[in-house]
């Protein structure tokens, strides 16, 4: 699975609300500049997230987004979850299922439990890494394994 804009740009969009919107709702267009992404395409994203319970807004002329819940409740695997189509690393990894129906290998398939287990592994480790332990990473570019405490 080849990760989109979609949950690229989506999690910088959550990001920037969990550093800014501490203070109270922060417009689309100030994540825009910070960030460099169109306001159309954060709109779109917002919609996705909003309607998952991630995001809630004001309206009005102070309005604008907010988290609807704590930065330590959300993990990069949510928000992949809700913005990509699929989730798998190949079709057939979609479900547990013992056959799978995707190509003419379907129930014959040897190296299909490779990709189940590659989209597990995957999703475990995006899955630990919560928006909280993002921004409080360090800012030199290093990142601390999955593994560690936030």
């Not at 928000?79 to 013992?98: F, N, W």
Request: proline share 5%; glycine share 8%.
């Amino acid at each position: 699975m080849r990760l989109t804009t979609k949950s690229r740009y989506g999690t910088r969009m959550m990001l920037d609300l969990a550093i800014y919107a501490k203070d109270g709702p922060v417009p689309l267009s100030d994540i825009s500049r910070r960030q460099n992404i169109s306001v159309k395409y954060l709109e779109k994203l917002i919609r996705k997230l909003k309607s998952a319970g991630f995001v809630k807004s004001q309206r009005g002329p102070f309005g604008g987004h907010m988290l609807a819940r704590s930065p330590d409740e959300i993990t990069v695997g949510d928000l992949v979850r809700v913005l990509e189509d699929s989730t798998a690393i190949a079709d057939c990894a979609e479900s547990d299922d013992p056959v799978c129906g995707v190509c003419n290998r379907a129930g014959d398939c040897l190296s299909r439990w490779v990709w189940v287990a590659a989209s597990r592994a995957m999703f475990d480790t995006l899955d630990s890494i919560s928006l909280a332990r993002l921004v409080n990473s360090p800012k030199d570019g290093s990142f601390p394994g999955p593994s560690s405490a936030a």
